[in-house]
Every structure is written in C-alpha cells, then in structure tokens.
C-alpha cells in the first residue's frame, strides 16, 4: 500500500492530514522503563527471599529487553505510526507477571505439592513466542483490511478451534473444565484464546455488512428498538453457540467474553440500545439456565455466594461428589493482608492459595504483595491498553478496522473484568487468566497477536494521507471571477 | 535483609510503577493526533480577544506589508466562532486543509462549508496564504470574499460559514 511519508515532504503545498509525529522515541523511553521497572521488583524478591540479589537477574533483564527491543524495532520499521502506548504497557505487563510467576515458584508451600513444575523459565519462553508471533503479524499483516476478506472461514474457523476440546482423544480434561488440547510432543494449548481473536474478524466483518439492516429495519416499543426477526438470527446463533460451550466445556468464562463482545460489537456497529439490553437478558437467562443443572457451574456459584462455607467444607474433607476448594477465601484473604500498600515483593502468603496460584489467581498475589495501591495501577494499566484500542477505533477511516479494534479492545477489557472480578469476589469464578499477568502459554501468546492487530490497525489509522489529486474544483473557481 | 530496606524498595516499586502510569497519560494527554485543544475561553474572554483582534488588524498589516519575516510571524490558527471555538492548531509549516471531509486538518462540522473549502499554507518567505478551494458558500478573509490565494495578516478573521479563524503569534 502507501509507503511511509517522508517528514520533510510535509513542507510542500500540498492539501493532507497534519503530519503526525510517529512517536516511535516516546515507545522506546517507555519501553526503557517498563524493563526496568520489573527488573527492579525481581531484584526485590530475591533480596526478601534470600537476602541476595537473584543470580538469574542479568539474563532475566536482558531477556526481557531483548524482547522489548525486538518487538519495537519490529513496530519502527514495519508499523511506524503505532500507539506508542501499547507495546510498552503490554512488556511490563508481562515482565510483572514473570517476576510474581519466579516468585510462586520459590515458594515452599507451592514446591511440596504434587504438581510443582518451575513455571517462570516456561513462561519466559512463551512470552518469547508471543513476541516473535507479535512481529510476524505486525509483518505479515501489512492491512488490517485484508482480513475482511476470511470473514466466514474465521467464522468456521473460530467454531473449529472452540469444538477442539470436545475431540476425543485430542480433548485434555483438567479439573472440570475441558478447554484444553494436547499436542503430543508439545504439550497443551487453550484454542479459546486464539478463538477470540477469529471471532472478532468474523464479527467485525460481519457486522459491517449487516449493520444497516441491523439498525433500521426496527419497530419501535415502549422505547426500545425491536429487531426483525430474521435480523435477531445472527445473536441468537452466537447466544446458542456460547451456551453450548458452557454446557459441553463448562467454561462459564469464555462462554460470557464472546457472547459479551458480539453485544458490544453489535451495539457499536447499530447505535441501539435495545441490543444490550437484549443481551444483557439473555446472557442472565443462559447463565441461570445452565447453572441450574450443571454441577461445575453450581460449586462456581456456591464459592461465589459462601466462600467461607466451601473453605471449611474443603478442611473438613467433605466429598459429597463436589470438589471443594479453599482458593476463593484464600484469595480474599490475600487481598485483605494485603491491605492498602502490600507486605512488599515475596514477604505475602498468598501461596496458600494452592493449586492455580500463578494463573488464575495470580491477582490475589499482586494484591498481598503489592497491595490496592499497586493493583490498581495494574487495573489502569489494562485500562491505557483499552482505551487506546477504542483511541484506535475512533481514528480509523474503515469501518473494518473499526468494528475490529472495538472487538479486541472490548475482549480484552470483558477478560479482565471477568478475571479480576472473580478473584475479588464480585462475581462467579470463572476458569481464565489475566492478560499478561498469569501464566499460561496460550494466553500470553494470543495476547501478544491480539497487541499486533492493534498496532497495525492504529498503524494504519494514524498514517498521513498520501496527498491527493489536484482538485479540479480549485480549477473552476480560478475562472468564475467577479 | 533489613526491615528497612525492605520497606523502601516496597514504596520504591509502587512509586515507580504509579511513574509509569502517569507518564503513560501524559503521553497521551499529548496525542491527539496533532491537533491541540487549549482550553476553551469563557464568554467574556472570547469577547475580549474579539475586541484585540479588531484593533490589531492595521497595525499588522503595515508590518506584513514591509518585512513580513519580523517577529510577527504567526506560530498557531486559532478558531474564535462556531462550533469549533477554542481549537488551536500549531503552524509549523505545513499546509492546513479546512472543510468537512474527514482527512482535513480541522474538520468543519457545519453547513454552510464544503468537503474541501478552503487551505492555508506558507509561501515560499513564510507569509501564510488563504486560498478557496471552490467552495460553494465562499471563504472571507475581513469583509471580502475570496478569489485568488491571499496573504493572510495576524489577527484577520477568516470566514467559513459560521466559523470564523485567525492566525496569532
């Protein structure tokens, strides 16, 4: 497509957007911080934990930063008028995360257990996978547009990846959910996660083509907007769709952040209220369905409800056919230690939390450790990355690019929300991890792609227009003269 | 490890972090994609540059006319009336397109402008021109409608419509 302007082409009389600065400098001085501010915490765990700074703090630090460097060399050549917000938001990110990981795994409490696999190295190698595939989308991808062209064999292919789990034999069934697959030689992967992005192609350009229909053949009732029949098929099919994998998978979370972003894809691509509300109604109806007779769903909300009562249960040895677990009064208990500045890096015990410490619940040692002040800087952290996703969407030109920003940012924020909201306690616990934060390959690698969508599409946006033909009007006025 | 040096690197994390978060604004406080928005005058205070600009006009126009490249050449457009008021985009020698289409440099939301109304762009000796791109209602620079690119003078309204512009220093 365009090659990049030169800035000093900007002189000419030519008519074009102001020249934007490309703000690749702000990225790399933000990118510098956000290494070292996790090579700091790091360097804090091991001086609390040993008394000495960690060994692995040099190689750490430089991993770390040459993946930084990698991923921003890739945006300054093939992408340079990025957000420049993102990459280095998304890097401390996940630095943060591989610190709290390495400190979970020199826990005592977490080393005893049967399951103890030392996860940070892990980690670091996803994480260095989730950037090279961060570079090869910002890369390959040279126009966010050309995806529109897959928008019904992302459609086919998001169902394949989510009906994967249930393949026997291919299926991986851990701890009453089946969201998994095994490769064999390669280990597990989570297809959901990967699945969010291809929906979010397959939504965004299907919507773009539908949302007049969408928006103006409605009857008007008591104030709302009431779509033809034959318009609500589409959202009946996706509420059908994520019901189903509630039933068969029960993943109550994955369930709840598709249905959540076809309804804000909808509402953003309709301008009408009533689709939230309709959502809204029907992801209440599903949720209270299903969890009616699903007994994976009903400990969920149990926990939720009572979690002290689980966690005695739990002490007890009681096995009536459920699994209780303690972790959900282990984490409030973590985030109430905690309290408004933490106990400080490696001195929380929020390793009691057992089982899923470092990922599902990773936010539960934030909390202890860096306390409400830190997570909420790690709250507003997810939220930069949103807001400039929605930054992006309001300034692309095609509707596209924008039905498709609104669609990863919005995932994106439903995931966290999701996470964090079961951590604390507002709502059911649900089976995901945090962006970023928890450990995780697929997780941390989708969450990468999803970054470089972003960035390509914000990379497009944010180009000056290549100047245009001579306007032939310009012409016509010259001769009309008074 | 002691206690105390324990408790100031766990400050000194959170501080840090906070740092970033900040900066982080701050960066994009200052994106807005090369248009600045300054804050918006009261009534009274529009009223009163109005009443500057009025005053200024001959003065300038002298000084434009002699040694155009002295201290007064304009450093940012300001919109003064309609719906844009308290819009300021820096000059800094590139060519600013006006109109309603989406690529202008300020976008006009108003009826009277067209797609591609009017451009103001610097010489080659850095005066700045007002040049009509065939608008339909017309571009006024003062009282007169325009027909050929015109040299603009501080302080000088420019009419689109019901936006009125200016150059100031």
């Known amino acids: ?482 | 490890m002691s206690e105390l040096t324990l408790t100031v690197m766990r400050l000194g994390f959170l501080a840090v972090l906070w740092l970033f978060v900040i900066v982080a604004v701050q960066v994009i406080r200052s994106d807005l994609f090369g248009t600045r928005v300054t804050q918006r005058g009261t009534r009274r205070d529009a009223g009163r540059t109005q009443q500057a600009s009025r005053q200024a006009p001959p003065q300038q126009r002298q000084q434009s006319g002699g040694g155009r490249r002295g201290r007064n050449t304009p450093t940012k457009l300001v919109v003064t009336e309609g719906t844009l008021t308290g819009t300021t985009v820096a000059l800094q020698g590139q060519t600013i397109s006006l109109g309603r289409a989406h690529d202008s440099t300020i976008v006009l939301d108003d009826d009277y402008a067209s797609s591609r109304h009017a451009r103001i762009y610097p010489d080659r000796d850095g005066q700045w021109i007002v040049e009509d791109l065939g608008s339909t209602n017309g571009t006024y620079l003062d009282r007169t409608r325009l027909t050929t690119p015109t040299p603009i003078s501080l302080g000088a309204p420019i009419r689109i419509g019901k936006t009125v512009i200016e150059l100031r220093k």
């Open chain 1, 1 to 482: 497509m365009s090659s990049t302007t030169n800035p000093s082409t900007q002189h000419t009389s030519t008519i074009g957007a102001i020249g934007a600065p490309s703000r690749r400098n702000t990225e790399l001085a933000l990118l510098v911080f956000a290494v070292v501010i996790p090579v700091f915490a790091y360097a804090n765990v091991g001086l609390a934990l040993n008394d000495e700074v960690p060994a692995g703090l040099l190689s750490y630090g430089l991993g770390l930063g040459l993946m930084a460097g990698v991923g921003h060399l890739a945006v300054r050549k093939f992408a340079p008028y990025a957000d420049p917000l993102l990459l280095p938001i998304a890097t401390l990110l996940n630095g943060i995360g591989l610190v709290a990981i390495w400190r979970l795994d020199h826990s005592e409490r977490l080393q005893a257990s049967r399951t103890f696999v030392e996860a940070a190295p892990r980690q670091l190698m996803y994480s260095a996978l989730g950037v090279a595939l961060f570079v090869a989308v910002v890369f390959f991808l040279k126009d966010h547009r050309v995806l529109q062209r897959y928008t019904y064999i992302s459609m086919a292919g998001a169902l394949v990846l989510l009906l994967l789990p249930l393949v026997p034999g291919l299926g991986h069934n851990v701890f009453g959910a089946r969201i998994w697959i095994k490769i064999p030689g390669l280990g597990t992967l989570q297809p959901g996660e990967f699945a969010k992005i291809v929906l979010a192609v397959f939504f965004a350009g299907y919507l773009m083509v539908k949302r007049d229909a969408l928006a103006l053949a409605s009857r008007r009732f008591m104030g709302l907007y009431l779509p033809r029949g034959r318009d609500l098929g589409p959202i009946i099919v996706v509420w059908i769709i994520s019901i189903l994998i509630l039933v068969f998978e029960t993943d109550l979370g994955t369930s709840l952040l598709f249905f959540g972003m076809f309804v804000i894809m909808l509402y953003v691509a309709t301008e009408r209220t009533s689709w939230i509300v309709f959502g809204l109604l029907m992801s209440a109806v599903g949720a209270v369905g299903v969890a009616s007779f699903e007994p994976h769903i009903q400990t969920r909300v149990q926990a939720w409800l009572d979690p002290m009562r689980e966690f005695e249960l739990s002490r007890a040895g009681v096995s009536d056919g459920i699994v209780h677990s303690e972790q959900a009064m282990q984490a409030l208990w973590a985030f109430g230690s905690g309290g408004t500045l933490g106990t400080g890096w490696g001195q929380g015990n929020s390793d009691l939390i057992g089982f899923a410490a470092n990922s599902d619940f990773i936010l539960a040692t934030f909390g202890e450790e860096i306390g409400l002040a830190g997570v909420m800087a790690l709250i507003l952290l997810y939220a930069l990355i949103v807001e400039r996703g929605v930054r992006t969407a309001l300034a692309a030109r095609d509707p596209f690019g924008k039905l498709l920003a609104i669609g990863l940012s919005g995932a994106f924020a439903l995931q966290v929300f999701v996470v964090a909201g079961g951590v604390m306690g507002l709502i059911p616990l649900t089976g995901m991890t945090m962006p970023f934060l928890a450990y995780g390959g697929s997780s941390v690698i989708a969450n990468w792609a999803l970054i470089g969508i972003l960035l390509r599409i914000s990379d497009t946006a944010r180009r000056p227009a290549p100047a245009p033909a001579a306007n032939p009007d310009a012409e016509m006025t010259q001769v009309v003269r008074p």
